[in-house]
């Protein structure tokens, strides 16, 4: 795996329990259902001094599934596992919690599952707010 940042690393780890999580993109021969996230943005805040260390990662989680039910399902998993996340450590960032914006659905025509077109996808935005160590 390509060097990521300890929030990608810790947020994989913590989706992985549910379904094979992917970091960007999927590979080509990835078996459904799956997960697909990428980080949208980041925004940090500053003090007078310059960077106040806290951060906010805005987080695009994709659930992808061969019907649009068990995308849905899985997404949902999801999003009551994140609930979850308060005070908790990935690498060297204190992860505060996480904020569920957005949800909608999504698929892709292009993906040949089983010999049959199409996956089925929902789609949710997160913001992670975290302290960056060392900043």
Not at 7 to 30: F, S, Y
Not at 101 to 128: C, K, R, W
Request: proline residues 4%; contains cysteine; hydrophobic residues 40%.
């Amino acid at each position: 795996m390509p060097d990521y940042n300890p929030l990608e690393v810790g947020l994989r780890a913590a989706l992985v329990t549910h379904a094979p999580a992917h970091i960007n993109k999927a590979p080509e021969d990835a078996t459904y259902p799956l997960i697909v996230f990428k980080r949208v943005s980041t925004t940090r805040q500053t003090d007078l001094n310059g960077n106040a260390g806290i951060a906010s990662s805005r987080i695009q989680i994709t659930c992808w599934a061969t019907t649009p039910l068990a995308a849905k399902r899985l997404s949902e998993t999801v999003r009551l596992a994140l609930q979850t996340v308060k005070n908790t450590t990935w690498g060297d960032h204190l992860v505060f919690g996480i904020k569920h914006d957005n949800q909608l659905d999504t698929s892709d025509e292009t993906v040949i599952i089983n010999g049959e077109h199409g996956a089925y996808g929902e789609i949710q935005d997160i913001f992670v707010t975290y302290q960056e160590v060392g900043a």
